[in-house]
């Protein structure tokens, strides 16, 4: 896979300086450049040989030697994810594979692909360029947009509705029933049964082995965008806003909102039914068991504004010392009785 440089600072959105024919082959890091590749700075230090006929994409504003190949991006970090992209590499695959159990109900677009041993079920919906891999469990009534790629092993229930361009990695269970239970007369655990869906929304990516319930009634709601990490759970009746992002660990109980543009860090817990406003990020291990509204960084259990708890831990360091000052007050205090 080979592109010139003047192709490569069109897709970073960049500003070359330098050779417009050249051709790169590979992305690597700034330490392993040589011939034909390209790597990205994220800091002003350039390295100090840098090969004729190789490519550096570097932040604006920094005096790149006049010999040396360059392309100048605002952020850096973007234009590294663009450069990620371009340079993904999957096999071009289409069909239905021999081994896989498809419902003769089930409308499959003919350029989509279902792997080995994978089942589609009833009724099942699944748009163009879709990519079902191997033991895939897509069960009845299940929709799937277009270019969707569903990674191994993964459990769609049904009545799941799935958009275009999603991304559901290994081992991921979506539309399981929710944590509900009731204690009833004989003093014994009577289930709630689960009878709504899960909606995910376009361009929604799902690390491994996270759990997404089905509503008890109505949607759980993944909004589009948002893009979620391995080993998360997410409850019945759940709604997560636009462009939002979640890290490994997490766990938001039954029927929270949660809203858009917020990062939710790994293992933060929230509890159930509780709402968060738009722009809000949760710091790791945080636990919030009420409502966040105001937009801002909240840590600790339970959650405060970011300023607040680094105030009380600050506090928290001293209080051994400041034990041992009470202690002195209050046997001098006794001693003048």
């Known amino acids: 896979m080979k ?3 003047s192709y490569i600072a069109e897709a970073v959105k960049g500003r070359l300086k330098g050779d417009a024919s050249l051709e790169v082959e590979r992305l690597v890091d700034p330490r392993q450049l040589e011939s034909h590749t390209v790597a990205v700075l994220f800091t002003k230090d350039i390295p100090k040989e840098i090969p004729a006929d190789a490519l550096i994409v570097v932040p604006e504003g920094i005096s790149v030697p006049s010999e040396v190949n360059a392309v100048e991006v605002k952020n850096p970090k973007l234009a590294f994810a663009r450069l990620t992209k371009l340079f993904f590499q999957q ?29 589609i079920g009833e009724n099942v919906v699944i748009g163009r360029g879709v990519r079902i891999l191997e033991h895939v469990v897509v069960m009845d009534g299940v929709e799937i947009g277009d270019n969707t790629v569903i990674y191994p092993n993964t459990v769609i229930y049904p009545n799941v509705k799935i958009g275009k361009n999603c991304i559901i990695h290994s081992g991921c269970v979506i539309g399981s029933d929710g944590f509900g239970f009731v204690l009833n007369e004989e003093g014994t655990q009577e289930k709630i049964y689960h009878l709504g869906k899960v909606v995910i929304k376009d ?7 996270t759990t997404i319930d089905r509503a008890v009634l109505g949607e759980t709601i993944i909004d589009t965008d948002v893009k979620i990490d391995n080993l998360v759970q997410i409850a019945h009746n759940v709604r997560v806003g636009r462009s939002t992002v979640i890290a490994s660990q997490a766990g938001i109980a039954g029927s929270s909102q949660i809203g858009q543009y917020c990062m939710i860090g790994g293992q933060v817990g ?3 039914h509780i709402t968060i406003g738009d722009k809000v990020a949760l710091g790791a291990q945080s636990g919030v068991n009420k409502n966040i509204t105001k937009p801002g960084v909240y840590l600790g259990t339970p959650a405060l504004e970011l300023h ?5 831990w600050s506090i928290l360091q001293k209080l051994p010392e400041l034990y041992k000052k ?6 001098g205090q006794n001693q003048q009785k």
């Open 308 to 312: 607040r708890t680094l105030r009380i």
């Open 203 to 209: 361009n929604v990516e799902i690390g491994a082995n």
């Open 91 to 119: 096999k071009d695959l289409k069909g239905v594979h021999q081994t896989a159990v498809v419902s003769p109900s089930a409308q499959i677009e003919e350029d989509s692909f279902i792997g080995a041993y994978s089942i």
């Open 270 to 272: 929230i509890a159930d």
């Open 326 to 331: 009470l202690l002195r007050f209050l046997d």
């Open 3 to 5: 592109f010139t440089a």
